[in-house]
């Protein structure tokens, strides 16, 4: 359940969830729809197999259940019980790989949970974050946090994820023409074939994207204000994650602006670093 919609899981149906919003006034119906269409617009511009971090696709959105019920065949007997709210359907995000999720619980969970089954996670790729916390005691297992640290220590290419953190950004950006407000990175199972020990990549959560209307502020300040997926000036993933970052801009031929908003998010950045150490 987020803030404006709850998220079901038709297992029989194709690994697919049904995004349905929880208060059936007109703007949230508009929002719902809203975040439906931007999802098929990233599909058709930001999509395909170039792109390291993948996005779940889109399948359709519904003015109300009973209009979804009937295109895919639900009889009565067999609804679902959802309320009669707006919804739309995409494809299913699946936890990492057993696997995976073992030398996660072995390596990064306290010790109360290593004598359990590995926990069914998402988990989120902050390279922002250098190093984990360590030593406490609540651990969130549904999305689990991986900085930077975390990643290399479980072998996964943290320069192609920073890499693929910066095209995916620019891709929304410059060819999708929003401003990636909200977005997140995660490592999760693989949508085909979910017992795949390979790990994979996708962006998801699109509800709070905006145009941007070429302003690089605008952009800074959606890229600042988010969870540390980005790496930091200061990392050794800033500069592949930077270099992604214009590449793709120019194939939109929006290097410029792209630049700019990378010199502004040095700057940002770099200022605040500052100010820290001299408080320490």
Known sequence: MGSFATVFVSEGRGGVVLNQIQDPCKDAVAMLMKEHDDLLTLNSVCGGSSQFFQLPRAHGSYTDYYSFAQEVGIQRTEDMGLPPHALYVMQRIWPVSHWLATRIRDLFLPQPFRDQPPPQLLARLYLGNGTSRQGSRFVNTENFPLSADRIERLGLPADKIAAGMGQMLASINFKAGRDGRDIEFVLCGHPENPLSKVPFYECIDFNQMRPHGGSAIVIV?????????????????????????????????????????????QSHWEEKHCHRVRLC
């Open 221 to 265: 300040s959606s890229m600042v204000s988010n969870d540390p997926y980005y790496p930091r000036p200061w990392s050794p993933q800033w500069q592949a994650f930077a270099d992604a970052y214009l590449a793709t801009a120019a194939e939109a031929n929006e290097s410029p602006l792209a630049q700019d908003v990378l010199q502004k998010v």
